[in-house]
């Protein structure tokens, strides 16, 4: 079975700093994609950054970057110069090709930005 | 661009009633996707489709039923509504694209209370 594990149901970071959040995932799979969606109260799923499988560099989208470790199926979710609009719901998510390419998505991480 | 769309937003049903969330996307998107959102849980599938015409089963599909007679519609049907489906449901869309092609689309999800 496909899993997502996301081990911190609440983080807080100070404004300005820097916040990491986790993310395992298991599948047998080698190919495969790798997401982080954000979920403000307005309830909009929004991706974040997307990350190859057979791509070994980080994928970097501005202040948001991740680190990938394959062989041990991680994948955390880094931000930088957090503000206060980063405060939200964060789920990583999983899909791998085949019938209908679904997403399995973690239970997610709360985010709290402290001004 | 309207995107993904979903009617109603909200909605309070008693147990027993029936009802049919409407999603509908404007991109010309093979796959459709139902999810639902419960704390602590993330996202979970509950029915998806490949293309019109077609369904399948998801992670938790008892309870609920689902059509895709155009293209651009995917239906989610409650015959018998429980309390168990209070949730927040969101709808999903993406191209069946190439591997490039991987972002799916949400619509911004329907708040249903059963009591």
């Known amino acids: 079975a496909q899993t997502v594990t996301q081990s911190q149901p609440e983080m807080s970071v100070q404004e300005a700093e820097t916040v990491t959040l986790s993310c395992t995932y298991d599948?047998?799979?080698?190919?495969?994609?790798l997401f982080w969606y954000k979920q403000p109260p307005s309830r909009q799923m929004i991706l974040v950054i997307r990350?190859?499988?057979?791509k070994q560099q980080n994928a970097t989208e501005n202040r948001f970057s991740v680190n990938f470790q394959k062989a041990a199926k991680s994948f955390s979710l880094k931000i930088s110069d957090s503000q206060l609009g980063d405060a939200a719901m964060y789920f990583c998510?999983?899909?791998?090709w085949g019938y209908g390419n679904k997403l399995v998505f973690g239970a997610g991480t709360i985010l709290r930005v402290k001004s | 661009n309207a995107g993904v769309t979903q009617t109603p937003k909200f909605r309070v049903l008693k147990t027993g009633q029936s009802m049919t969330l409407l999603c509908a996307q404007d991109?010309?998107?093979?796959?459709m996707y139902w999810y639902r959102q419960d704390p602590g849980m993330g996202l979970r599938l509950i029915h998806y489709?490949?293309?019109?015409?077609?369904?399948a089963k998801g992670e938790v599909p008892d309870g609920y039923n689902v059509s895709r007679l155009k293209k651009q519609n995917f239906l989610l049907g409650l015959e018998s509504a429980a309390p168990s489906q209070t949730s927040v449901y969101f709808c999903?869309?993406?191209?069946?694209?190439?591997?490039?092609?991987?972002?799916?689309?949400f619509g911004q999800g329907t708040r249903l209370t059963v009591v």
């Open positions: 998510a999983y899909v791998k």
């Open positions: 599948t047998s799979e080698s190919d495969y994609y």
């Open positions: 999903a869309s993406r191209t069946q694209g190439t591997l490039l092609n991987t972002e799916a689309f």
């Open positions: 489709s490949v293309g019109e015409g077609t369904t």
């Open positions: 990350q190859e499988a057979y």
């Open positions: 991109m010309n998107h093979e796959y």
